[in-house]
Nanobody, 126 residues
Framework: QLQLVESGGGLVQPGGSLRLSCAAS????????IGWFRQAPGKEREGVSC????????NYVDSVKGRFTISRDNAENTVYLQMNSLKPEDTAVYYC???????????????????WGQGTQITVSS
């Protein structure tokens, strides 16, 4: 059974930091591109960041560039999203997603991904 489990969400003050983890079971992440997506109330799902199967290619939505960093540790079968300088507008449910990848690339489009975690809530508020 292929599963992704997010962890690390919670409440944080503006300017603070959180690190999200996406742990895989039932498959090896080595061959998968991983994306992080978020959905705020009343808004469409938005691509935040993604990383290619080898980790050599990363993409970020403009609003998080310079603040968020995606990385992967294939030995631990886990992908991380380090979020710094958090803003209230970052508040959302965050999901990780995976897609088997032949090419070393990733795309920030949710309908390209096949496997999804359950989501974790991030709230940025004073």
């Amino acid at each position: 059974q292929l599963q992704l489990v997010e962890s690390g969400g919670g409440l944080v003050q503006p300017g603070g930091s959180l690190r999200l983890s996406c742990a895989a079971s039932g498959f090896t992440l080595d061959y998968y591109a991983i994306g992080w997506f978020r959905q705020a109330p009343g808004k469409e799902r938005e691509g935040v960041s993604c990383i290619s199967k080898g980790g050599g290619v990363t993409n970020y939505v403009d609003s998080v560039k310079g603040r968020f960093t995606i990385s992967r540790d294939n030995a631990e079968n886990t992908v991380y999203l380090q979020m710094n300088s958090l803003k209230p507008e970052d508040t959302a449910v965050y999901y990780c997603a995976a897609v088997y990848s032949i090419r070393r690339l990733c795309i920030l489009r949710w309908d390209e991904y096949d496997y999804w975690g359950q989501g974790t809530q991030i709230t940025v508020s004073s």
